[in-house]
């Protein structure tokens, strides 16, 4: 897989589902928002969601590590959020969260003991191996696949149906997992959290088209009953043992995900709260710019809005290909006139659309740090903006913006007026999502400027970097949308990639962090929120800065 980062929201403003405005009605118990009263064993707790099909087939999802299919499934590793906290890597079924040798290249795993799946069969390091090779099958493509371009053979290999096994994934026994590399990756640790590790035994893949609809469950909960367009209902998994699992409280005894719902109709009860929507939230539904005068006028609504500290960075991404944008001066004078604050006001103002932003890492994730190497006001310096560009014998600049045409407006007119200030002309060529996408990660990239948004799959700063600066990402679909080629960038990047002491690569993403930020190739604009509403009795209910949706694996019920 390409991708080693999720664009929330290419070119555009938000995704509905994805980045929303956010109240700042924060419970002041959980300073990521929502609630964190005592939850009690038991009850049902009801999921409404927007989602008309759910797929718990882990070759085919590409969930983050605190959603709901790892309710129903475990991996290697897994994450354990707190309030305030970043994101944690633990162990789940392996003892530890992996043994590195070989230079980074090989990375082994013990299983725990004991370990059963519903039926009290033991999970063993050949299901997990079975699980990840499924993933390369072509017939079920579309799950995160960071392991397929890493794994020793993998960009041959087309799964166990027709390509036999993968021998760079070795099971000397039932408990010893050991992958091969191809190059040394200090993030493998992450990467073995994703749904792909969940083991899968080989003699429950019959069916391999609908194993999603009823997998062998090793986590807290199985499938009772799955009906696609209206419900799916998880019951308790017998056989899960609280005392091996770091990740999850298994507290509710069943979940109901009511699916198919409008996105009006699911805020609307959770906001009545009544009868089980009182045990009801939303994990993906945002709360609308339209709801937040009667939330924000209703305390007991208010209190029952989690939002998220940050979350993902919406940025400016300049064409350093273009003629007019190849002199960095002439970048770094539009980092002075872009007017970040009325960027901010187009996503709803500062308690509800995020932070000002002026890092590429953001909040949540190890290797951020606060800085601001282009000290202009959030509004902007125009003035400064206009003597850097003369400076650089520059006068007349013409810029074409291309824009999501549905979505990414507001945010456009705002750096159309904020260049403008400076004496910066800039054209806005809408578009709509599909051609624009095609056109900024394309290889005859037409425009001179484009706002994107960004998130990383998993919590490292790598999916900060990567994706957007490495010079591997330009054109054929990749995200380096500026066309931003630095080799002492890239080399800098291959570093830390490698270094498998993740504090020690979090400070090597930091110094990258701003070695970037010196050439300019983009304006960081906002840290977008995300919001959602939660019923009366949903407990363990927070967000953090990353991920900023609610951890599925430890809410709760109260009475």
């Given at each position: 897989m390409k991708r080693i980062s999720r664009a929330v929201a290419v070119t555009a403003v938000a995704l509905a589902t994805v980045l929303v405005a956010a109240c700042n009605a924060n419970d002041k118990t959980a300073p990521g928002g929502g609630s964190t009263a005592a939850a009690e064993q038991g009850g049902t707790w009801h999921i409404l969601t927007t989602s008309k099909e759910i797929s718990l087939d882990p070759a085919k999802s590409q969930n983050l590590g605190i959603s709901s299919i790892h309710l129903v499934l475990r991996g290697l590793t897994s994450w354990k959020t707190?309030?305030?906290?970043?994101?944690?890597?633990?162990?789940?079924?392996?003892?530890?969260?992996?043994?590195?040798?070989?230079?980074?290249?090989?990375?082994?795993?013990?299983?725990?003991?004991?370990?059963?799946?519903?039926?009290?069969?033991?999970?063993?390091?050949?299901?997990?191996?079975?699980?990840?090779?499924?993933?390369?099958?072509?017939?079920?493509?579309?799950?995160l696949g960071y392991h397929k371009s890493l794994l020793v053979g993998g960009d041959k290999y087309a799964g166990p149906y027709k390509g036999g096994e993968l021998a760079s994934i070795e099971t000397p026994d039932d408990t010893t997992i050991v992958f091969k590399l191809n190059k040394p990756y200090g993030d493998w640790?992450?990467?073995?959290?994703?749904?792909?590790?969940?083991?899968?035994?080989?003699?429950?893949?019959?069916?391999?088209?609908?194993?999603?609809?009823?997998?062998?469950?090793?986590?807290?909960?199985?499938?009772?009953?799955?009906?696609?367009?209206?419900?799916?209902?998880?019951?308790?998994?017998?056989?899960?043992?609280?005392?091996?699992?770091?990740?999850?409280?298994?507290?509710?005894?069943?979940?109901?995900?009511?699916?198919?719902?409008?996105?009006?109709?699911?805020?609307?009860?959770?906001?009545?709260?009544?009868?089980?929507?009182?045990?009801?939230?939303?994990?993906?539904?945002?709360?609308?710019?339209?709801?937040?005068?009667?939330?924000?006028?209703?305390?007991?609504?208010?209190?029952?809005?989690?939002?998220?500290?940050s979350g993902a960075l919406l940025y400016l991404a300049m064409n350093t290909k273009r003629p007019a944008l190849a002199n960095p001066e002439v970048r770094k004078a539009i980092q002075y006139a872009v007017d970040k604050q009325a960027v901010q006001v187009?996503?709803?103002?500062?308690?509800?659309?995020?932070?000002?932003?002026?890092?590429?890492?953001?909040?949540g994730i190890d290797g951020y740090s606060k800085y601001n190497l282009y000290e202009a006001p959030p509004a902007g310096d125009p003035e400064k903006a206009k003597q850097m560009l003369a400076a650089a014998g520059v006068s007349n600049l013409n810029l074409v913006l291309a824009a999501d045409n549905t979505t990414g407006l507001g945010v456009a007119q705002a750096i159309q007026q904020g260049l403008k200030r400076a004496g910066i002309t800039v054209t806005i060529k809408p578009l709509d999502s599909e051609p624009l996408t095609d056109l900024i990660t394309g290889n005859q990239p037409d425009f001179d400027l484009t706002v994107s948004s960004w998130l990383p799959d998993f919590p490292s700063a790598i999916g900060n970097i990567q994706p957007l600066f490495a010079s591997s990402e330009i054109g054929n679909g990749g995200y380096n949308i500026s066309r931003y080629s630095n080799p002492a960038v890239d080399s800098a990047i291959a570093a830390a990639t490698a270094e498998s002491d993740l504090g020690k690569a979090a400070g090597m993403w930091g110094a990258i962090d701003k070695q970037i930020m010196a050439d300019a190739p983009v304006v960081p604009l906002i840290y977008a929120r995300n919001a959602f509403l939660h019923g009366s009795k949903v407990q363990n209910f927070y967000l953090s800065s990353y991920p900023p949706y609610p951890n599925q694996l430890i809410v709760g019920l109260s009475k």
């Open positions: 707190e309030p305030g906290k970043a994101a944690e890597l633990v162990p789940d079924l392996a003892t530890d969260t992996g043994q590195v040798s070989d230079g980074g290249k090989t990375w082994t795993y013990k299983l725990q003991s004991g370990l059963k799946y519903a039926d009290g069969s033991p999970i063993t390091s050949a299901d997990i191996k079975y699980g990840v090779e499924r993933s390369f099958a072509p017939e079920l493509s579309g799950g640790p992450w990467i073995v959290s994703m749904p792909a590790f969940s083991p899968v035994p080989k003699k429950a893949d019959t069916d391999p088209a609908h194993y999603g609809e009823k997998p062998v469950a090793s986590g807290p909960y199985q499938v009772k009953s799955y009906t696609p367009g209206s419900k799916l209902e998880l019951e308790r998994n017998p056989a899960w043992n609280k005392a091996t699992d770091q990740a999850r409280t298994g507290l509710p005894d069943a979940i109901v995900m009511e699916m198919g719902l409008q996105p009006d109709v699911v805020n609307q009860r959770l906001i009545a709260d009544a009868g089980d929507d009182k045990f009801a939230a939303t994990t993906g539904t945002s709360v609308p710019a339209a709801l937040i005068p009667t939330i924000t006028g209703n305390p007991a609504v208010k209190a029952r809005v989690a939002t998220s500290p187009a996503r709803g103002g500062p308690e509800y659309g995020g932070e000002i932003a002026s890092t590429l890492i953001t909040p």
